[in-house]
């Protein structure tokens, strides 16, 4: 079983994430009162986009020690919180999770708080780099010689 903080190539799963968290001594159940499950999916589509598939990428001893960053950020704004990351590399197809963030409190509103907090954090300052591959939707939608085309392109351009 992977630890509270850990970068994987392969299926994630939210039991062993939960497990994580809430095996810790510092976090385990008997202090908790609210578990939340947070898992990021791959989008079929993007910005009006189909998505192929992602590749993720990143430096994985420095994305641990952020993530233990973001740990004790969450655990100075709600005390008794705690989380844990886990976040996949390598190439996902739509539906695959790419991350799974738990996060346990004494109360549920921390427990929310927290996970939202969590995300936002890794997006903000986690070295992970993401490529989105679609399907080429646009292309030439006029003929070269078109004087209609031409004329919407010069309004465009000048107002």
């Excluded at 939707?137 to 919407?152: T, Y």
Aim: charged share 20%; glycine share 10%.
């Amino acid at each position: 079983m992977a630890g509270r903080f850990a970068v994987a190539h392969e299926v994630l799963d939210p039991h062993e994430v939960v497990a994580a968290l809430l095996g810790s001594p510092s976090t385990g159940a008997g202090a908790q009162g609210a578990v939340i499950t947070f898992s990021g999916l791959v989008r079929a589509a993007n910005q009006g986009h189909q998505v192929l598939r992602l590749e993720y990428e990143g430096y994985e001893p420095m994305i641990v020690k952020v993530f233990e960053q973001i740990d004790r950020e969450i655990a100075a704004a709600w005390p008794g919180a705690a989380c844990a990351i886990h976040h996949r590399v390598g190439t996902l197809a739509p539906g695959d999770t790419s991350i799974i963030i738990v996060t346990a409190s004494p109360h549920r509103g921390a427990a929310y708080a927290a996970s939202r907090y969590a995300i936002e954090r890794v997006k903000q300052i986690a070295p992970i780099w993401k490529h989105e591959y679609f399907v080429w939707i646009e292309g030439a939608v006029a003929a070269a010689d078109d004087e209609g085309a031409r004329a919407r392109a010069m309004e465009t351009a000048c107002g």
